[in-house]
């Protein structure tokens, strides 16, 4: 049934512009990275000495994660907008289909494609590094923890975003509310540990990287089960 | 013109955009409160001011005029309020001016904002110079005024998309690259949607980047790219229109 | 009258006490829906009556304050999943992706649905679509996206049909084509129906059965004969004398009504219109006319849902 969803969600977003936006996150990123380093190559390098992977890998995280963060609010907007255009929530659930089943059909869209966001991400990185022609002795494990703890660590807001776009008809607000999370994301390294805003930040850099990812799939999923208790008891219209 | 901003009004009452508007000043009171100084005296304000603006006007400004724009134009998508509006006898160009009227007169409020809580920043650090108005004042204004080619931009993509995201998408895609452009002594004074950020900025104050850009150059290009943007609109809205 | 004589619990669908308050107002009051197979149950009622809000609950997209909804023989509440695999419904306006064609938008449903493929086809065909299944939704005329809705309530080879308003907004020929398909669904199918519509005019022509709502209560439901029986004549005589006559036929137990030179009796069937004529004559009288007077449907359906005029 899992799979005979997101079957059905991928079939919706034939033609729209969701796989484009899912790309031109990374493809955005990477490519203003490449000016970057066009420009100031003589500079970047000399500032990051003996380990330029990592530096290369520091520049990319500091634009990724507001692409990140603005990305997941765009994505679960769209993704649920196209049932709110279409009219089309009465007729999903007259269906002999359980809300569970379509509230999981739009998140698992959403997290599928910013999976595929955070895997393009990874692959440019890696390529634009050896175009650069760093060291091919890649520091993989660092690629692969930065590519996708942040993901984990942002969980909390795919759900939130997720919920907030569903159950409402009026894509204003949820999208108000995820500009407002980017920027105060940025803030990361103002803000007590506590605070989700400022995890998919400290899965990048910081020593509790781990952790950071950690509590935000705990969150997260709690996150998705109080938006799919509010889905389900919600009369539609 | 002035019935049209009227009705804009009536719109905008009951709208999220109050939560909005005082979100960003709050941030860039709290970091300007208490962010570390270098300087004491009068030299002290412009440090102040500078974190304020910095917060406010790296992203926050540029997305939030984007966020204006798409509001005004969300009320015409649901309710098919175009044709409705278009069917009125007022001319397609008044109604495009009044919402890029509207825009920057929430602009003007959320800069009004931004005077406050820097004010109130330095007031409450105990800074022993007196607030220099003036200064905030031309910061507000120059930041306001650098915001018109932003705010046309918007509005034509916030016109030509039925969603939200769309017009939202457009802005993040040009404001981002600011994080990067910002540094750049070469590129940040093409930019459009940096210009907020430097005309904020009081000058002098960093020693890097574009932040030493002459006013002259600065006007020159907000008002090219506001000429452009607004002709591209205007053009687009009005064959649209017929 | 076949449905009037089924036992209770073997309806088709039913609803016992279904109600539902929206900030503390009752918007549907405990209405008892009984459709037996094979009807074509027409829901009357004026627009805000309460018609869209009862079925939404009937689809599960609510749920009722109080009350509870069977179809075929089994809890709505407790049995969802294996009833809505057997009711197709259209609600209010069509639902459509616009950037997808027609076939693929029956697609989304048919793969929800999991039937076979042909089903597409079926149901294209059976709405005369399949020249335009290739296209993308969003140039489709109000009429095709209507029948498009039709098609995707069809896909799953419903046993109920529930389709809100299925005319609004048609042009008269999209109405003709529209009343003829769900006329022959039924007997094509074995598929039973409920339409709901604010014109008495048009479930008429297609329902066997009506349930009229007003104010979120239900205040009528029979055969769509009974309705009309009720719009049976009453006679009306012209005499001389009328104030004698008038007397006369009271003294003889009928039920007359006078007004002015004018005598009017209810539902008087021809034996008893006979007798008064012979009677009124034996008494010297002066028959100038006998006349029936026939309210229309409509307006004994105005009268119900006292909404006068326009609904």
């Known amino acids: 049934m899992i799979g005979r969803m997101l079957s059905v969600e991928l079939l919706k977003i034939r033609r729209k512009l969701l796989w484009m936006l899912a790309a031109l996150g990374p493809v955005g990123v990477i490519g203003l990275q490449a000016v970057n380093y066009g420009l100031r190559y003589d500079y970047l390098m000399k500032l990051y000495g003996d380990s330029p992977w990592e530096g290369l890998l520091q520049q990319v995280g500091s634009l990724m994660l507001p692409a990140l963060f603005i990305g997941l609010a765009l994505v679960a907007s769209m993704s649920a907008g196209i049932e709110h255009q279409a009219g089309a929530w009465k007729q999903l659930l007259a269906l002999p289909v359980t809300r569970l089943q379509v509230f999981g059909g739009k998140v698992m869209l959403s997290l599928l494609l910013l999976l595929a966001s955070c895997t393009l991400l990874l692959l440019l990185t890696l390529g634009m590094g050896l175009l650069l022609g760093f060291d091919p002795q890649v520091p993989w494990a660092e690629i692969v923890r930065q590519s996708y703890l942040p993901y984990l660590a942002a969980l909390p807001f795919i759900a939130l975003q997720s919920w907030l776009s569903i159950v409402m008809a009026n894509q204003a607000l949820p999208l108000t509310v995820g500009t407002l999370g980017m920027v105060l994301s940025m803030f990361s390294l103002l803000m007590p540990a506590w605070m989700p805003w400022g995890w998919p930040d400290r899965a990048v850099r910081s020593a509790d990287a781990l952790q950071a990812a950690g509590s935000g799939l705990a969150l997260g999923v709690l996150v998705l089960l109080i938006g799919y208790a509010h889905f389900a008891r919600k009369d539609v219209s | 013109m002035a019935r049209l901003l009227a009705s804009e009004w009536i719109k905008l009452r009951r709208s999220i955009i109050w939560l909005l508007l005082p979100a960003s000043p709050l941030l860039a009171f709290v970091a300007s409160w208490r962010s570390s100084l270098d300087s004491g005296g009068a030299q002290a304000w412009r440090e102040v001011l500078a974190v304020g603006a910095m917060v406010h006007g790296y992203l926050f400004l540029p997305l939030l005029v984007g966020i204006f724009a798409a509001l005004l134009c969300r009320f015409e998508h649901a309710s098919g309020g175009w044709k409705q509006l278009l069917a009125l006898p007022v001319r397609p160009a008044a109604v495009y001016g009044a919402k890029l009227a509207a825009i920057m007169a929430l602009a003007a409020i959320l800069q009004l904002l931004m005077c406050a809580a820097i004010a109130g920043a330095g007031l409450l650090r105990g800074l022993d110079a007196p607030v220099p108005w003036g200064m905030i004042g031309m910061s507000a204004f120059g930041g306001w005024l650098a915001c018109l080619p932003l705010a046309a931009l918007q509005l034509l993509a916030s016109t030509a998309f039925q969603s939200f995201a769309a017009p939202l998408a457009v802005n993040v895609v040009f404001t981002l690259p600011n994080m990067l452009v910002a540094n750049s002594r070469d590129f940040a004074p093409w930019y459009p949607w940096v210009q907020p950020l430097l005309a904020m900025v009081p000058q002098d104050t960093y020693g890097f980047g574009a932040f030493n850009v002459s006013l002259e150059t600065l006007l020159a290009v907000i008002g090219g790219s506001f000429l452009v943007f607004l002709c591209s609109g205007l053009l687009y809205f009005v064959r649209r229109a017929v | ?311």
């Not at chain 3, 048609?170 to 014109?199: C, F, N, W, Y």
């Not at chain 3, 039920?255 to 004559?281: K, Y």
Request: aromatic residues 4%; glycine residues 12%.
């Open chain 3, 1 to 311: 009258m076949k449905m009037m004589k089924q036992a209770s619990g073997s309806w088709l669908l039913e609803t016992k006490g279904l109600t539902k308050k929206l900030g503390g107002k009752a918007v549907v009051r405990d209405v008892d829906l009984r459709i037996g197979e094979g009807d074509i149950y027409g829901f009357l009622g004026p627009n805000g009556a309460g018609k869209t809000t009862t079925i939404r609950m009937l689809l599960g997209l609510a749920k009722p304050t109080r009350g509870g909804v069977t179809v075929f023989g089994k809890s709505l509440a407790a049995n969802r999943m294996e009833i809505l695999r057997h009711v197709g419904s259209l609600v209010e306006y069509p639902s459509y992706y616009g950037h997808l064609t027609g076939t693929e938008n029956l697609e989304v449903i048919r793969r929800l649905l999991d039937v076979p493929k042909e089903r597409i086809a079926e149901a294209l065909s059976i709405v005369r679509l399949e020249k335009d299944a290739g296209r993308a939704v969003k140039g489709y005329s109000l009429g095709m996206k209507q029948r498009l809705g039709i098609a995707a309530a069809l896909l799953g080879n419903p046993r109920l049909l529930i389709l809100d308003e299925p005319t609004n907004g048609l042009d008269p020929a999209g109405i003709q084509e529209m009343r003829e398909l769900i006329k022959s669904l039924p007997g094509q199918r074995g598929v039973t129906i409920l339409l709901s519509s604010h014109l008495l005019s048009e479930v008429e022509l297609m329902a066997t059965k009506v349930g009229i709502i007003r104010s979120g209560s239900l205040i009528y439901q029979d055969s769509i004969a009974s309705l009309k029986a009720r719009t049976a004549g009453r006679i009306r005589f012209s005499v001389s004398e009328p104030e004698d006559a008038w007397k006369r036929l009271l003294e003889l137990g009928f039920e007359a009504e006078r007004d002015q030179s004018r005598l009017t009796v209810g539902g008087a069937a021809d034996r008893t219109v006979a007798s008064i004529v012979a009677e009124l004559v034996r008494r010297g009288h002066s028959v100038y006319r006998v006349e029936e007077e026939r309210s229309s449907l409509e307006s004994v359906f105005l009268e119900m849902t006292g909404t006068g005029g326009s609904l």
